[in-house]
């Protein structure tokens, strides 16, 4: 989830990184609204407050407005459950402090209905993590956009969401016990510069990341302190996406090698909305 000062402003900065982007609606009582590029099953999400009346009133707190207020970027990686309730009660007996799964939905522009379930989690494991239960079948999810998984930049999947943490191993810990995962090996990641501890839920690695020097995970840590900084996209043509980028204004990306010894290229995070957004596949 990429929180934006302006939907329409988000929408064209990540088309022209080379994401196909469309309106998704609006989060009925919640005073925001947002914008999905979906891919071949996940999705980026891009929100912004529609009403902020509205907004502080039903969150009072103003925790929205004070992060965009601040730049805004990546706000929280989601992670999708196929039984939310039982998730939750894991939660709770493994001693994490997580909110009920409650209910939720928005209609698209096209008038289509889309429901969910998600849960939060509390002040007690304040982690940059929600969780979410789809009720709307993923075909019918797929229907809010003309074609799904069909980008200029050829993205197919979310690879890695990056998360910057100033004790990986302390971190490593906390982040397991709320995933109900044994802490993963310390591993270094050359393009980020960080040690890095990679949570696999399925095909997407939730990864943590303590800088070891001079690079993106030191820049976002300074930036903002600990918190999501980078999502890393499989792309079915790294050269690809760098064309569609330089046709549309963005400068070209950075490159280097991952730890797999494929390459990698980053987009820095004032061409991204105050996120860095990273792309690994074949030339």
Request: net charge neutral; with cysteine; aromatic share 6%.
């Amino acid at each position: 989830m990429i929180c934006v000062p302006d939907l329409d402003q988000g929408i064209d900065t990540y088309t022209r990184i080379g994401f196909d982007v469309h309106p998704g609606g609006i989060h009925t009582g919640k005073g925001t609204h947002n914008a999905i590029a979906f891919n071949q099953d996940d999705y980026l999400e891009l929100l912004a407050i529609r009403d902020r009346k509205e907004y502080l009133h039903n969150s009072p707190f103003g925790g929205l407005v004070d992060f965009i207020e601040r730049g805004g970027g990546l706000r929280y990686v989601v992670v999708q459950s196929d039984d939310l309730a039982a998730d939750v009660a894991a939660m709770r007996a493994r001693g994490v402090d997580v909110g009920e799964a409650v209910d939720g939905g928005r209609q698209t522009p096209i008038g289509r209905e889309l429901r969910w379930k998600a849960a939060t989690l509390g002040a007690g494991n304040p982690l940059p993590l929600f969780f979410i239960q789809h009720l709307t079948p993923i075909e019918e999810r797929r229907l809010q956009v003309p074609v799904a998984g069909r980008h200029p930049n050829g993205v197919l999947r979310t690879e890695r969401a990056y998360i910057a943490v100033t004790d990986i191993a302390l971190a490593a810990g906390t982040y397991g016990r709320v995933l109900g995962m044994r802490s993963p090996e310390i591993e270094r990641g050359m393009v980020i510069k960080a040690d890095m501890a990679v949570f696999n839920l399925g095909p997407t690695g939730l990864t943590l990341a303590q800088p070891a020097g001079p690079g993106p995970a030191a820049d976002a840590l300074a930036r903002r302190g600990p918190g999501p900084f980078q999502v890393l996209y499989r792309t079915g043509s790294m050269d690809a996406a760098a064309r569609w980028m330089a046709d549309h204004g963005v400068p070209p990306p950075s490159r280097g090698v991952r730890n797999t010894g494929e390459q990698a290229m980053l987009v820095t995070p004032e061409y991204a909305c105050g996120a860095t957004i990273g792309f690994v596949g074949p030339a």
